[in-house]
C-alpha cells in the first residue's frame, strides 16, 4: 500500500509530542459482523504527557444501546501508560495487544478478559488518507488525522460462545492536541463494499450537514472529497435512521448513498460529548456496502435531546 509519502515515517508512530497536557496519539479499528446486527471498535488513546493510556474492545447489537447493557464495554479511563510502548507495538493493563505485521497494511489485535476474547486481523484494502480540512473545530481536535479501509478476520469469543468475523473495517490514526470542547454537532461515517469505499466527515445540526473533510475510493482510485453534504431522511430516537450522503473528489467524480442507521451505542467515553455509535447499511448506486456512523454532539445538548427537552433536528 502506498500512502502519504512526507507522513509514512509517523503513520505506524508516535508523532512529534509537544509539551501540551492535552497531546493525544489515537488507534481505532472498527469490527462487525452485520448478519447478526453486532458493531464495534477497539480503540484506544494515549496521553503521553498526563502519563495516561484510555481505550478498550466494545461490542454492541439491537439488544443493548448503553455501557450496562451492550455485549462488551471495556474503554477502560484510568490506565497508566506502559513504558516503552509504540503505537502499533502495545500491551495495555486491561490485556488489548496490537502489534504491526506489516506497515501500513496489516496488524493483529489481541484480548483476554472478564470472558470476552478477541483474536483479529486486521488487512488494508486500500490506501491510508489523510483528512485535512479548514474547519477550526476539527483542527483542534488532531494535528494530523488518517483513515484507511480494510477487511477485519478472526474471532471473538464471549462467555464460551465464538463468532467468526469477515467484516469490511475502517480503521483511523491520529496525533496533536486533542481539544473536544471545541467540538459542534456532526456525523463521522463510511463505507465500504466489493466496488470500493467512501469516508465524510459533516459538521452541523438539524437535517443537512455539510462535509468537511473524506474521500472517493472508486475502481482502485482514492481522492479527497472537495464537496459533500448529507441530509437526514428519518430520526430515529437518539440519532439518525437513515441518511443520503451526496459528495464529489477532487477528480470529478460524483457519489449518492443512502443509508440506513441501526440504533447504536450510546458512547460516553470522551466525557465532555456524546457519541451515538452506530452500524450502517448503505446503498451505494445500487450495491450494498457495510460501514458505521459516528453522530456526536456536546454533552449538554445530548442530554436534553434524550430528555426529550429538544428535538434532534432543533440547531441548539
Given at each position: 500500500?502506498?500512502?502519504?509519502?512526507?507522513?509514512?515515517?509517523?503513520?505506524?508512530?508516535?508523532?512529534?509530542?509537544?509539551?501540551?497536557?492535552?497531546?493525544?496519539?489515537?488507534?481505532?479499528?472498527?469490527?462487525?459482523?452485520?448478519?447478526?446486527?453486532?458493531?464495534?471498535?477497539?480503540?484506544?488513546?494515549?496521553?503521553?504527557?498526563?502519563?495516561?493510556?484510555?481505550?478498550?474492545?466494545?461490542?454492541?447489537?439491537?439488544?443493548?444501546?448503553?455501557?450496562?447493557?451492550?455485549?462488551?464495554?471495556?474503554?477502560?479511563?484510568?490506565?497508566?501508560?506502559?513504558?516503552?510502548?509504540?503505537?502499533?507495538?502495545?500491551?495495555?493493563?486491561?490485556?488489548?495487544?496490537?502489534?504491526?505485521?506489516?506497515?501500513?497494511?496489516?496488524?493483529?489485535?489481541?484480548?483476554?478478559?472478564?470472558?470476552?476474547?478477541?483474536?483479529?486481523?486486521?488487512?488494508?484494502?486500500?490506501?491510508?488518507?489523510?483528512?485535512?480540512?479548514?474547519?477550526?473545530?476539527?483542527?483542534?481536535?488532531?494535528?494530523?488525522?488518517?483513515?484507511?479501509?480494510?477487511?477485519?478476520?478472526?474471532?471473538?469469543?464471549?462467555?464460551?460462545?465464538?463468532?467468526?468475523?469477515?467484516?469490511?473495517?475502517?480503521?483511523?490514526?491520529?496525533?496533536g492536541a486533542r481539544d473536544y470542547e471545541s467540538l459542534a454537532r456532526g456525523?463521522?461515517?463510511?463505507?465500504?463494499?466489493?466496488?470500493?469505499?467512501?469516508?465524510?466527515?459533516?459538521?452541523?445540526?438539524?437535517?443537512?450537514?455539510?462535509?468537511?473533510?473524506?474521500?472517493?475510493?472508486?475502481?482502485?482510485?482514492?481522492?479527497?472529497?472537495?464537496?459533500?453534504?448529507?441530509?437526514?431522511?428519518?430520526?430515529?430516537?437518539?440519532?439518525?435512521?437513515?441518511?443520503?450522503?451526496?459528495?464529489?473528489?477532487?477528480?470529478?467524480?460524483?457519489?449518492?448513498?443512502?443509508?440506513?442507521?441501526?440504533?447504536?451505542?450510546?458512547?460516553?467515553?470522551?466525557?465532555?460529548?456524546?457519541?451515538?455509535?452506530?452500524?450502517?447499511?448503505?446503498?451505494?448506486?445500487?450495491?450494498?456496502?457495510?460501514?458505521?456512523?459516528?453522530?456526536?454532539?456536546?454533552?449538554?445538548?445530548?442530554?436534553?435531546?434524550?430528555?426529550?427537552?429538544?428535538?434532534?433536528?432543533?440547531?441548539?
Amino acid at each position: 500500500m502506498t500512502a502519504l509519502p512526507s507522513e509514512l515515517p509517523q503513520a505506524d508512530r508516535f508523532g512529534p509530542c509537544d509539551d501540551n497536557p492535552y497531546w493525544n496519539e489515537s488507534v481505532w479499528f472498527s469490527v462487525s459482523i452485520p448478519e447478526r446486527r453486532m458493531h464495534g471498535m477497539i480503540q484506544y488513546y494515549f496521553r503521553p504527557n498526563m502519563g495516561l493510556l484510555n481505550g478498550g474492545p466494545c461490542l454492541w447489537d439491537p439488544s443493548g444501546q448503553f455501557q450496562w447493557n451492550c455485549l462488551y464495554y471495556n474503554w477502560a479511563h484510568l490506565q497508566a501508560l506502559p513504558p516503552g510502548q509504540e503505537k502499533f507495538a502495545m500491551r495495555a493493563r486491561n490485556s488489548l495487544a496490537v502489534r504491526v505485521i506489516e506497515p501500513l497494511t496489516r496488524y493483529k489485535i489481541d484480548y483476554d478478559k472478564d470472558g470476552f476474547a478477541l483474536d483479529l486481523e486486521w488487512t488494508a484494502v486500500g490506501p491510508c488518507h489523510e483528512l485535512k480540512t479548514g474547519d477550526a473545530g476539527q483542527r483542534a481536535t488532531a494535528k494530523f488525522h488518517i483513515e484507511q479501509p480494510g477487511r477485519m478476520t478472526g474471532t471473538i469469543r464471549r462467555h464460551g460462545e465464538e463468532f467468526a468475523v469477515d467484516c469490511w473495517s475502517m480503521r483511523d490514526t491520529s496525533y496533536g492536541a486533542r481539544d473536544y470542547e471545541s467540538l459542534a454537532r456532526g456525523g463521522y461515517f463510511w463505507g465500504i463494499g466489493a466496488g470500493g469505499s467512501f469516508h465524510a466527515l459533516c459538521m452541523g445540526a438539524g437535517r443537512e450537514a455539510r462535509a468537511i473533510g473524506g474521500y472517493i475510493m472508486r475502481d482502485g482510485q482514492m481522492a479527497s472529497l472537495v464537496s459533500g453534504r448529507r441530509e437526514v431522511l428519518e430520526w430515529g430516537r437518539l440519532g439518525p435512521a437513515r441518511v443520503r450522503f451526496e459528495g464529489e473528489d477532487t477528480l470529478g467524480r460524483t457519489m449518492r448513498a443512502t443509508g440506513t442507521i441501526d440504533p447504536g451505542l450510546v458512547f460516553t467515553g470522551y466525557t465532555d460529548h456524546s457519541v451515538v455509535w452506530s452500524l450502517v447499511e448503505w446503498d451505494w448506486d445500487g450495491a450494498t456496502c457495510w460501514g458505521d456512523n459516528q453522530e456526536f454532539c456536546p454533552d449538554e445538548t445530548f442530554r436534553r435531546i434524550a430528555r426529550g427537552e429538544i428535538a434532534l433536528e432543533d440547531r441548539a
